[in-house]
DNA sequence: CTGAAAGCGCTTACAG
DNA sequence: CTGAAAGCGCTTACAG
């Protein structure tokens, strides 16, 4: 065993009957006494350093080995000012139930963690929602080296305060859904995915298709996803038409209250593209209850691909963001601006999710 | 400005033209040179400790936000050896697209991440699944003071990796979901869960019921679910009846298949209980297809109150773990397993989440 | 109640 | 290619 350590009194197992010492810790000093070499060089044998001769790197690596040693990354941290850690703040409705939290930044934060551990960076994860709970100092208190926001845009206190935080120099600051435009961002290709929508039900044959959306909202891709959809009908000859969210529901809510103001209001419709999947899900159930039957009847399409889509009835039809390329897009974004390049507004590439609540198109479209 | 540092060239600002030197960092010294105080006496009055006079606590306090001062963490965690931190492992199938993991773990997880909050921990999350990336050594590393393991029970190399680490000493780890019983867990209350689901499905009026489950399954709760579920039966002087499901499918095309199996059998049923929500979730979408009408025909019942499941048509009646008490129970445990108390098992109490898979009771029974 | 000093365990110039 | 030494920025006995 390594005896060799700067005040040891008794290195091996627990010191009998001390009085709450701090338990013996293996440091790079043990490691360096057992492979008979400095510290300095088990240092650099471990981190690969190419200076170290084979022959001295293997001998390193068995003594940690045999003793289990592991870099204490606190001092190394210290030492190096780099953690290798990204902060990920995901933002909630206040008061909102963990539960019932949007499954698509569930989905968004998995990706961002697998994507952060492929770049060999640990992850920080906090979900944040009380205006006087937030919190985004991890860069100085040296626990990231940089954060990644992602969550409902209407909490709108918390993206006042990420959005303050971004601006401060030095923060590295990556977001998914803040309704900033100056941020560092990364988003769906929401006009893609809109006119991707629109065009498959129109080519199924559905002609009077509204869009439940909203232009106003914090959340910015609505907006952009109603464009693009209106853009579509337009060039194909038809008129766009908006049904406005109310504020102050669920998404789901939201759904269920647009399609009840559309039929209430008796202008013919025969699809629906909806801006969320959330939305769409709400819409079916209001669409069920008219007994107004999906896909034959009316058409609808929905958009994020959440999984809980494919459990309806019918499954709901959708456009999906490419999640991993989210997650990693996220991450590199972040690890660019650590590392001191510019900022970018960077598009997740989108593709249509073919499940039930649309008919089968007529005619394919000639490419 | 604090001009008062060791080895500062240029506290203000950055180094002029200065060659790829560190960035200049606050540290407690320019906080203690502001506020006109040793550096010890800054370290004592930001943590608090009561033997500072308030008036000094007050100065350097204001000294500290006026330098936007964060204590390095690293630094404060070398020192101290602890790090207020805890790594939350969340175990997928190898190879498993993120977006189709289990919501139920994702849910588990923001409660998890949300609890230790509240309890001042931060959560160091990471999503495994392949053998060769398996990692838990985050308290040899000094990274996190313990261990919360959660996910699938159907990677078994994760599992026995996770055991092996639980084992050796000085590790502190409590998990959801091991297929070990050796090590110390929290499970959902999986016996009243099962007899309230069969409960409800008696009182309805259902008598032909039977149990999508596995008594083989590494996943332990489902056994635990099942026997819950034939107790109750036998109680009500009828006969429990496993429908087994089959390895090597995901679990919604395991509750299809045992829909089918059943079907085929030619063996009569008027209700289902399925010992997990996306088994539930599969077998409606058997019955439906075999033009067997929820609830009306047959009753169904799931377990784990998964979001999905309230979009389901018709929406899926299942037992609810309390989330939040879930979280709480792993990070209140994982906590006292670091202050030195004795491993303990501890179930979530359950609750019946009515939805519309199952008839109304005939008659509330007299409690 | 406050300060001077030691030391947590690394990485990395600086010598050789 | 390897070693001796400095120092990252804190917390906490130890004095006063």
Request: hydrophobic residues 40%; charged residues 25%; glycine residues 8%.
């Amino acid at each position: 065993m390594a005896e060799n350590r700067k005040a040891p009194s008794m290195p091996t197992a627990n010191p009998s009957g001390a009085n709450q010492r701090r338990p013996y810790r293996v440091t790079s000093f043990d490691v360096a006494a057992e492979a008979g070499v400095s510290q300095s060089t088990v240092s650099r044998a471990l981190a690969g350093d190419p200076v170290v001769s084979e022959a001295t790197r293997a001998r390193v690596a068995e003594a940690a080995a045999k003793l289990n040693y592991h870099v204490d990354e606190n001092a190394a941290r210290l030492r190096t000012g780099k953690t290798g850690t990204l902060a990920v703040v995901v933002i909630c409705r206040p008061g909102e139930n963990i539960k019932d939290f949007n499954p698509f930044y569930y989905a968004l934060l998995g990706s961002i963690c697998a994507a952060a551990s492929r770049r060999g960076h640990e992850t920080l994860v906090s979900f944040q929602d009380l205006p006087e709970r937030l919190w985004g100092r991890y860069q100085e208190q040296r626990k990231a080296d940089g954060i990644i926001v992602i969550g409902t845009s209407e909490n709108r206190e918390a993206w006042d305060y990420f959005h303050d935080l971004g601006q401060s120099d030095g923060n590295h600051l990556v977001c998914w859904g803040s309704p900033f435009d100056d941020l560092d961002w990364v988003r769906s290709d929401n006009d893609a995915g809109a006119r991707l929508a629109t065009g498959h039900l129109l080519e199924a044959g559905y002609a009077q298709i509204v869009c439940i959306a909203s232009e106003t909202s914090p959340q910015r891709q609505f907006k952009e996803r109603y464009d693009g959809y209106a853009t579509r009908m337009v060039e194909a000859g038809l008129t766009p038409r908006l049904v406005a969210i109310e504020k102050g529901y669920s998404r789901e809510e939201q759904g269920r209250r647009a399609v009840a103001a559309l039929i209430a209001s008796g202008e013919a419709f025969d699809a629906i593209f909806a801006v969320c999947d959330e939305l769409a899900l709400g819409a079916l159930q209001a669409l069920r209850e008219a007994g107004m039957a999906v896909p034959e009847k009316v058409g609808l399409v929905g958009f994020d691909g959440i999984r809980a889509g494919a459990h309806a009835s019918p499954p709901l039809t959708s456009i999906e963001p490419d999640f991993q390329a989210a997650g990693t897009m996220l991450v590199d974004r972040l690890l660019a601006l650590i590392a001191g390049k510019p900022a970018e507004k960077l598009r997740v590439p989108v593709s249509l999710l073919e499940r039930a609540s649309c008919r089968q198109p007529k005619a394919k479209a000639a490419p």
